[in-house]
């Protein structure tokens, strides 16, 4: 039997069953626990030091506890406790981007995925380089400057190459004011070497979502091709950090498994990075499983009610406090709103989930991942985050100054946000606008700035800010950062 520990290289030992079973025990046992469910709370307070405000996160056994927790009270208090860290380490921006599907040729036979091999109904499509080039225009269009790519496994159809030439296409692309400033991937997992070829690309995050946890589920659900083997996917983050990605996106497709073995899981994952590589995931993903061609997700007998879902969004928030947290459009404008309180960061906005999906005027479903919940346009996402007082960003700063990492870690640590991603995300959402917003966004945007300036600290930043966004107002100059 695998012994845990959170230092192997083992998946089988640093997502140990019996450790999450144990875990599951004890917050079981203690989900009615007053005393120590306020002692976890305390722990999870943001605090204030003399270098700025510091989080301690909670460990897989503490957050599981919260998870578990039947009294509404302390549940309130977790969300309000998310609310504060979401806003002490990443201000009220939310940083914005879209997927774009390259291929959908896959050899698996992930059984909640309508890409799998033996799905005969949709059409197979793999973008060319042309269409790639038409693809990130219709982007850059709609003002997108931060993309993730996306595509099915398939050594033959989309190798590594492939992917390669496709990053190097995208950003290649310079249409009207517009380009892409950071590419984050997710495909399937692969080797050191490929993971290298990747940091060298300029890739920003590599993301692969574990889907579940839960070994034996992940074997049934996971019945044919590479996906199959649970240790190499499960090991995959420890590769592409020895092959140099030190920014990577942990995930799982909540309804699958018992949604608390998945957030143990998840949380374990976290501290397993931390503790090999001395430093956390950079994004945790939550998407849920959704409608698609053949796919019904009713056919999963564990999906998760809105409720359960923020609650998972706020713990994760509260275990691992500065690394960013992503919602895509998978979800309805009514729990996104939620979420967004609860400490998420990251969302998608405009996006299609097909391949070639954002040259087509109708939105196409024949090549589609997943059914789209949010179907509003970019403008109206970047409206909506506004009126609901949050800042919209198109920054790509970090990665490219070299903030990756436990770099960027620190800078969140420091309470450097309001003097650096603020600004920064001041001066994107300026270019969003003069470029691409409707007149009413406009409007809405140019106040929010006007008084969100005044909130950076720094005199001399505050000045530079000023400055630069007058000169995008009023010239062609773009991509001005901290
Ligand atoms: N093929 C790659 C892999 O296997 O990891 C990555 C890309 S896949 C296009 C992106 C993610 O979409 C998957 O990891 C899965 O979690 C999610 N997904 C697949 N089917 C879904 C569905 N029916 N509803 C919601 N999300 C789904």
Known sequence: MAVYNPKSLKAEEFINHEEILETLEYAEKNKNNAELIDSILEKARPKKTETGTVCAGLTHREASVLLACEIPEKTEKIYEIAEEIKLAFYGNRIVIFAPLYLSNYCVNGCVYCPYHLKNKRIPRKKLTQEEVKAEVIALQDMGHKRLAIEAGEDPVNNPIEYILECIKTIYSVHHKNGDIRRVNVNIAATTVENYRKLKDAGI???ILFQETYHKDSYLKLHPTGPKHDYAYHTEAMDRAMQGGIDDVGLGVLFGLELYKYEFAGLIMHAEHLEAV?????????????????DIDPTAF????????????????????????MI?????TEDVRTKLLRLGVSQVSGGSRTSVGGYTQQERPHDTEQFDVSDR???????AWLMENGHIPSFCTACYREGRTGDRFMTLCKNGQILNCCHPNALMTLTEYLVDYASDRTKEIGYKMIEAELKRIPKEKVRK???ENIKDIRNSNRRDFRF
């Open 301 to 324: 007998d564990n999906s998760i009610s809105d409720e359960i879902f923020a609650k998972i969004t706020a713990c994760i928030r509260l275990a691992v406090p500065y690394t960013g």
């Open 464 to 466: 530079i800010a000023e």
């Open 327 to 331: 919602i895509s459009t998978r979800e």
């Open 204 to 206: 920003g995050t590599y």
């Open 277 to 293: 590589h001395g430093v956390g995931p950079h994004t945790i993903s939550v998407p849920r499983i959704k409608k698609a061609d």
């Open 376 to 382: 509003r346009t970019l403008d109206d996402v970047v």
